[in-house]
């Protein structure tokens, strides 16, 4: 690890690839330790500042050091280097002029100062990943179509997603603007594309699976424009705390394998969870949560608004042997208020929520409100600063009738950092509330 510092030292000054580093892994230069005391304090204010919000409500939320619940130290990563699991690449202009630099971004649109960086040199991705974009790279270099660097400037070529798991699967997806193209002549780019990964340069990244999709949007969904399997399997696997998951093009993973095995562990053990109790899983993804834990619990149930999600889920569940699971695909706002309103079952019900950065919507959080039966709440939150913060406040506010927040409060009791993320700020929160 000491080499390594040293090699990422020796960066040039204000260089291209410093401030791409400092951008992305802003804590590079830090020994590990220091890492995580700067993010040991990051998390203390976070939950300072939730004790002065909660105490603004009316409720006294004090503990020491002005916290809202005691704090554990941060939890560190198995892996530090080269541990993300999902990388995405930008196509845009890098510093030497080239429109087709791989890479990702230093500044802004907003500034209209972008410029596209190769991330050979940055310490969260795996040389794997960093193979794939420079190979990708050379392909479009070779390619007469223009790289689609403003939608309504025209242009084709965009990101590269590379996903890898520890049982040596690589999946690349490419996205692809089709502009004005026919089909002919989009059928001869991916034909290009298949005979450049398999029999061509390319073929060092040894693909497992090969996508193309045509999108016209910043982002799509395999519901709005499918994901064309071009090359390999459809799916790649990955091996958690002794079960094989499936994942798919779009699918949610924590991007942190090793770390999540830590993660997961630990909420198995928070949950508290008997013999009897049912485990809802909230935003669940592939399953990996409720699926670990399932052989704690009398039942899983899984809600995840990607349909293909719930495709893997229940493949997980059927091949590793699991049968006490039942996963909903839909909107955790349209799927849970239903599920809960009419909850009768006498066992007791543990919920597990892991959302986006968006956080949960004010429908799921009414809908564990007012559901008697949940007790113990656990919030994973990748960005608790933020959105989550809302939601932390609708959890431990007073009921509100006109809210149709009728439940009892809920209040924090403990948190937990997990460095999933190495080198840069972020930190995985896990908040534990009973009530």
Not at 46 to 59: N, P
Not at 95 to 112: M, S
Not at 294 to 299: C, D, E, F, R
């Amino acid at each position: 690890r000491k080499e390594k510092a040293r090699v990422s030292c020796s960066l040039p000054e204000s260089s291209w690839e410093e401030r791409l580093a400092n951008a992305v892994t802003p804590l590079w230069r830090l020994p590990y330790q220091e890492q995580l005391q700067v993010k040991y304090e990051s998390q203390r204010k976070i939950l300072q500042t939730l004790a002065s919000h909660l105490e603004e409500l009316g409720i006294d939320a004090q503990k020491p050091g002005g916290l809202c619940c005691p704090l554990q130290p941060v939890v560190p990563s198995p892996i530090i280097n080269g541990y993300r699991n999902k990388s995405t690449f930008s196509v845009n202009q890098g510093p030497d002029g080239n429109p087709k630099t791989v890479g990702l971004y230093v500044g802004t649109g907003r500034e209209r100062n972008i410029v596209c960086v190769k991330a050979n040199h940055l310490e969260n991705i795996p040389s794997k990943h960093k193979q794939v974009a420079q190979c990708y790279e050379e392909f479009i270099c070779h390619s007469p179509l223009d790289p689609c660097l403003l939608f309504h400037k025209g242009g084709h070529w965009r990101e590269l997603v590379v996903r890898t798991t520890r049982c040596g699967h690589t999946m690349a997806i490419i996205t692809f603007h089709p502009q004005q193209l026919g089909q002919e002549a989009l059928a001869t780019q991916k034909a290009l594309l298949k005979e450049f990964f398999t029999c061509g340069p390319g073929a060092v990244c040894a693909l497992t699976s090969l996508y193309f999709q045509e999108s016209t949007m910043t982002r799509c969904s395999h519901e709005q424009s499918p994901y064309q399997l071009l090359h390999g399997a459809p799916h790649i696997f990955e091996e958690l705390l002794g079960l094989r998951f499936r994942i798919s093009p779009d699918a949610f993973f924590q991007v942190n394998t090793a770390g999540a095995e830590v993660l997961y562990q630990a909420v198995g053990e928070l949950c508290q969870a008997a013999g009897d109790t049912v485990l809802l899983d909230i935003c669940c993804g592939t399953g990996t949560i409720g699926l670990s834990l399932a052989h704690q619990v009398s039942k899983v149930i899984g809600v995840e608004v990607v349909e293909k999600a719930i495709e893997d889920a229940e493949w997980n569940a059927a091949f590793n042997g699991i049968s006490n699971c039942e996963f909903h695909s839909g909107k955790a706002e349209a799927v849970l208020p239903q599920l809960l309103a009419s909850w009768e079952d006498a066992r007791p019900l543990v919920a597990v929520v892991n959302p986006s950065r968006a956080g949960l919507h004010y429908r799921v959080v009414r809908a564990i409100r007012n559901c008697r039966a949940i007790r113990r709440l656990l919030y994973i939150s990748c960005k608790p600063e933020g959105e989550a913060m809302r939601n932390f406040l609708e959890l431990c506010c007073p009921p509100d009738p006109r809210k149709k927040l009728a439940g009892e409060p809920f209040a924090p009791v403990m948190a937990i950092p997990f460095d999933m993320f190495p080198h840069t700020v972020h930190c995985e929160l896990v908040l534990l509330f009973t009530r």
